[in-house]
T-cell receptor, first 113, second 114 residues
């Protein structure tokens, strides 16, 4: 598969633990944020999103937190499983009439059994 | 439901050759885009389209051309390939309108330029 994990920050967790993946975004005008998961050899897959008028949003086993003051986004994964092993990207939508997403560099999550 | 389909999955070119990466989606999405992914650099937007007949440049458009003659198809053309264009290319689509980020990605096309 594609070695997208090379040179990426890596978070190593034990199976069953909670994972927290962090992301700093760049544009104060961004009003929509998304987390994507990319497994080896595959395209990115949508996980969860959050709008700038919220500071927290929960999904199934995942929670996204947004701190606009310091332009910081985090993804929390509860009870991490081996299937969660992947590269995780945050992305910001610069707003306006397009879906012009700008992606972060990604974090490799390695789940140890 | 096929979603976003990219062809070819793998391609090797020599410097100076031209080629087209194909992208098709069957979800009637208005928005389509091309990203390239390089190790340690995440995904960078090359070109995008908000509808048939409309295209615009992203972060790294140089060396690439696109067109959008139909809603379904959004081909990416390399007119004269360079080694710096060695990368994995992803096509993505989504519903139209602003402030929505759920892009549906294809499986990727891995291009090597020698």
């Amino acid at each position: 598969g594609e070695s997208v994990g090379l040179h990426l920050p890596t978070l190593s967790v034990q199976e069953g633990d909670n994972s927290i993946i962090n992301c700093a975004y760049s544009n104060s005008a961004s009003d929509y944020f998304i987390w994507y998961k990319q497994e080896s050899g595959k395209g990115p897959q949508f996980i969860i999103d959050i709008r700038s008028n919220m500071d927290k949003r929960q999904g199934q086993r995942v929670t996204v937190l947004l701190n606009k003051t310091v332009k910081h986004l985090s993804l929390q994964i509860a009870a991490t499983q081996p299937g969660d092993s992947a590269v995780y990207f945050c992305a910001e939508n610069l707003g306006g009439a397009t879906n012009k997403l700008i992606f972060g560099t990604g974090t490799l999550l390695a789940v140890q059994p | 439901n096929a979603g976003v389909t990219q062809t070819p999955k793998f391609q090797v070119l020599k410097t100076g050759q031209s080629m087209t990466l194909q992208c098709a989606q069957d979800m009637n999405h208005e928005y389509m885009s091309w990203y390239r992914q390089d190790p340690g650099m995440g995904l960078r937007l090359i070109h995008y389209s908000v509808g048939a007949g409309i295209t615009d440049q992203g972060e790294v458009p140089n060396g690439y051309n696109v067109s959008r003659s139909t809603t379904e198809d959004f081909p990416l053309r390399l007119l004269s390939a360079a080694p710096s264009q060695t990368s994995v290319y992803f096509c993505a689509s989504s519903y139209g309108g602003g402030n929505t980020g759920e892009l549906f990605f294809g499986e990727g096309s891995r291009l090597t330029v020698l």
